[in-house]
């Protein structure tokens, strides 16, 4: 299962969000970016959620194997070490 950072360019709609947490295991880590832990492949987030922001708006489902943060909230610190 792989953890994917989403990064929208535009404050994310209702819908938007809805869809994030429809994957089950997400956490928001800053307005504009989640985190969301799903079987589905990147492109297939990328999909599900651009029909949320603007054809010309930026959007971005990236994963990797390695990860460093700092003045993150507790909470979003402990998910993301759980799940990073």
Known sequence: ?????????VEPSTEFVATVKSYGTW?????????????SPAKSVRDALAEFVGDDRLIVIKSGT?????????????????HL
């Open 1 to 9: 299962m792989a953890c994917y950072i989403v990064i929208c360019e």
């Open 27 to 39: 956490a928001k880590l800053t307005p504009l970016i989640y985190a969301v832990k799903t079987e």
């Open 66 to 82: 390695e990860a460093a943060w700092r003045n993150v909230p507790e909470n979003v610190s402990e998910w993301m070490k759980k």
